[in-house]
């Protein structure tokens, strides 16, 4: 049977409010993003959530503590769902990475990763999913590429548009997981005909 997989991003963070990017930082709930975590929980405690699995940068872990606090909802953290490593960059400010982005997406950031890796883990992260939480509803909480991964992956949205995109946030994000897994990464873009 297909996962339901249910992606909620991390809740805001002092860097987000300073308009850094945090990368592979940690990163530290605001009050704000602490706020926002207990929502995440409020949404989600009653929506039939058999696990939740976490990116292992703080600001994700912290997210999924603070929104099941007091349930036995098995939290996971996995170091697949991280934000993509800016290398150099992490800590920079969002204006200076944002014009940069689509030049990473094969080619790493210095001294990081690129977008397709953090696509290729992401890939390998839903492989091992289907094994393990075949038929289960699971949320997943974690960044900004690792939802641009799952689009890639189950709905076949292309990087370098996602990439591009204005940013947009929304309480959650819903994906079907086939029971074979995802299909494979394209390495290229595709022709808009291809969508």
């Known amino acids: 049977?297909?996962?339901?997989?249910?992606?909620?991003?991390?809740?805001?963070?002092?860097?987000?409010?300073?308009?850094?990017?945090?990368?592979?930082?940690?990163?530290?709930?605001?009050?704000?993003?602490?706020?926002?975590?207990?929502?995440?929980g409020d949404r989600r405690?009653?929506?039939?959530?058999?696990?939740?699995?976490?990116?292992?940068?703080?600001?994700?872990?912290?997210?999924?503590?603070?929104?099941?606090a007091g349930t036995t909802v098995p939290i996971h953290q996995d170091p697949r769902l991280r934000e993509c490593n800016?290398?150099?960059?992490?800590?920079?400010?969002?204006a200076a990475l944002a014009p940069l982005r689509s030049r990473h997406i094969d080619e790493p950031f210095p001294g990081g990763q690129s977008y397709r890796e953090v696509?290729?883990?992401?890939?390998?992260?839903?492989?091992?999913?289907?094994?393990?939480?075949?038929?289960?509803?699971i949320l997943l909480i974690a960044h900004s590429a690792n939802r641009w991964a799952?689009?890639?992956?189950?709905?076949?949205?292309?990087?370098?548009?996602?990439?591009?995109?204005p940013a947009r946030w929304q309480t959650g994000w819903e994906y079907t997981v086939p029971p074979t897994g995802p299909p494979p990464a394209q390495p290229g873009r595709r022709s808009r005909s291809e969508h």
Do not use: K
């Open 119 to 137: 696509l290729a883990a992401t890939e390998d992260f839903l492989s091992d999913l289907v094994a393990r939480w075949d038929g289960s509803r």
């Open 150 to 165: 799952l689009d890639c992956l189950l709905t076949g949205a292309d990087i370098e548009d996602l990439i591009q995109a």
């Open 86 to 94: 800016y290398g150099r960059l992490n800590g920079c400010p969002q």
């Open 1 to 40: 049977m297909p996962i339901q997989l249910v992606y909620e991003t991390h809740a805001t963070t002092t860097d987000n409010e300073a308009g850094i990017v945090t990368g592979w930082r940690p990163g530290v709930l605001s009050s704000t993003g602490r706020q926002q975590a207990r929502e995440v």
């Open 45 to 68: 405690r009653n929506d039939g959530i058999a696990a939740v699995f976490t990116s292992d940068l703080r600001r994700a872990v912290d997210t999924a503590r603070i929104a099941f």
